[in-house]
């Protein structure tokens, strides 16, 4: 793409977020903790923080890292950062300062945003010796971080340029990695056709913003004008209030949101509005899946993608499941316009035939014409109707997280007292799985406690990585080859 094609594409979500920014002061925006707060506030909060990064002397295009939390100072930041062009990179917030600390470190941006606790000494520090300005986040104003009011980064080209999203992705194509999703892909395939909703049911935004699930629930709303219910992270409690205040007709939850909703007990009558609900993120469980349906009476569709797709690529729409009902019970839909799936062996690459399992490979109109080939087991059948049979690299998938088990033991293994160990999923009521920790101790070393595990790990990965089982063994089973045998490991959790 041309340089003055991707400024002509990036234009139009710079424009549409420039233009949001522009309503009436008096109309609402976002509803927070029962509080709503006006598009005068909201602008207030961006026009603020683009004042700050001017005043911080950081170069135009430099990369600005952004550690948002569901927050009306977030939303409004994030709706600023777009309106001026800004090279993002996210980083999530639910992690400790030290891992905050390391992602800056790697990332290394001109600006940190982030709201005002997530700037610790720890975070400080970092800031200061690498010459990187700091911007916290209140509800709802922005302030430069006292000490860290000036940015020294320099840019060469290549880490500076054309405005763009940079998302850390959950695995689905290989291990967690900085994902780009271009202005251009939001404002097309995200947003699409501009259309003034502001007399529609509000929006619910629960989902976390420095994901591409938030990116997608988010904006799309926010520009059309539509108010939205932010909670500061999925609760029962929260979409119970939501869905009796407003009575949508269509709304979602994550998976593991399902089994929540069926643990609450919920009457029946104060979902009554509801006519299809959607989820995706990670597999739901048949069996919960199916008591939801029968408890009430609602049709759960079922989504597939992915970072690496810039969203979705298969979905079952309201419309197929008119049609074929509980015959696709399971699926998560056909492949959405543009789309295409194909199912191949793992081992030669060959395009297996209709209901056969194998590798899923995807193409997504959002990214290009080529294959991109996942980590996912699937199977297409004679209607062309994709199956989701689980994860060829064992990750552990724990409600809307994807966790790959290497992630968990690598970081073990810096451990001063750990020689080996091999992480696996465990069934979980709630969750669908989570993490559970086989360790193997270093001969003559002090046996740490799981608390002293935990607190290394805290350190090291997001709090969704932390196991809530230990096994300490004086050797992890291993096959004939040597490798980890991970059936045996899953045995040693199998009595729990």
Not at 34 to 56: C, P, Q, T
Request: with cysteine; hydrophobic share 45%; net charge neutral.
């Amino acid at each position: 793409m041309s340089t003055d094609t991707q400024a002509r594409a990036d234009g139009g979500l710079q424009e549409f977020t420039a233009r949001a920014l522009a309503r009436p002061a008096a109309q609402q925006a976002i509803e927070f903790q029962k509080r709503w707060i006006g598009w005068g506030d909201m602008r207030r909060v961006a026009e603020r923080l683009a004042a700050l990064i001017e005043a911080s002397g950081a170069a135009a295009g430099a990369p600005i890292a952004f550690v948002p939390r569901n927050r009306p100072s977030a939303v409004a930041a994030l709706l600023g950062l777009l309106a001026r062009g800004s090279y993002l990179r996210m980083i999530y917030a639910f992690q400790s300062p030290a891992a905050i600390a390391r992602d800056i470190d790697k990332l290394m941006p001109s600006v940190v945003v982030a709201a005002a606790e997530d700037f610790p000494e720890e975070v400080q520090a970092v800031l200061r010796a690498n010459g990187i300005a700091g911007i916290a986040l209140s509800e709802m104003d922005a302030a430069a971080v006292p000490g860290l009011e000036q940015s020294r980064r320099k840019h060469d080209d290549e880490a500076s340029g054309y405005p763009r999203i940079e998302i850390l992705t959950s695995g689905t194509t290989g291990p967690p990695k900085q994902f780009t999703v271009s202005y251009e892909l939001i404002a097309k395939h995200h947003i699409g056709e501009m259309k003034d909703l502001s007399q529609e049911t509000p929006a619910l935004l629960c989902f976390p913003l420095g994901n591409i699930t938030g990116v997608y629930s988010t904006l799309p709303p926010m520009v059309k004008g539509q108010r939205g219910i932010l909670l500061d992270r999925f609760s029962v409690a929260g979409w119970h209030d939501y869905v009796k205040r407003f009575r949508p007709t269509m709304t979602g939850l994550p998976p593991a949101g399902v089994q929540m909703v069926l643990d609450a007990n919920i009457p029946n009558e104060d979902l009554a509005s509801i006519r299809y609900m959607g989820t995706g993120a990670a597999p739901l469980d048949p069996v919960v899946h199916r008591a939801f349906e029968e408890r009430y009476g609602i049709p759960i569709l079922l989504s597939y993608g992915a970072t690496e797709f810039g969203g979705p690529v298969a979905a079952m729409t309201a419309e197929l499941h008119a049609e074929w009902g509980q015959n696709k019970f399971g699926s998560v839909g056909r492949a959405m316009p543009g789309a295409a799936l194909r199912v191949i062996d793992a081992d030669t690459g060959a395009v297996l035939p209709q209901n056969h399992e194998g590798i899923l490979e995807a193409v997504s109109p959002r990214i290009g014409p080529a294959w991109i080939r996942t980590s996912d087991i699937a199977l297409i059948d004679e209607d062309g109707f994709l199956f989701h049979r689980g994860r060829a690299d064992g990750a552990i998938m724990r409600g809307g997280f994807k966790l790959l088990p290497e992630t968990i033991e690598r970081a073990l293994l810096l451990h001063p007292a750990v020689s080996a160990a091999a992480a696996t999923g465990i069934p979980d009521h709630r969750l669908g799985q989570v993490p559970a920790v086989a360790v193997q101790l270093k001969p003559g070393v002090d046996a740490p406690g799981t608390a002293d595990l935990e607190a290394h790990l805290r350190d090291h990965l997001p709090s969704t990585h932390i196991p809530v089982q230990w096994r300490f063994v004086e050797t992890l089973p291993r096959t004939p080859s040597f490798k980890v045998d991970r059936p045996a490991v899953k045995a040693l959790f199998a009595s729990t």
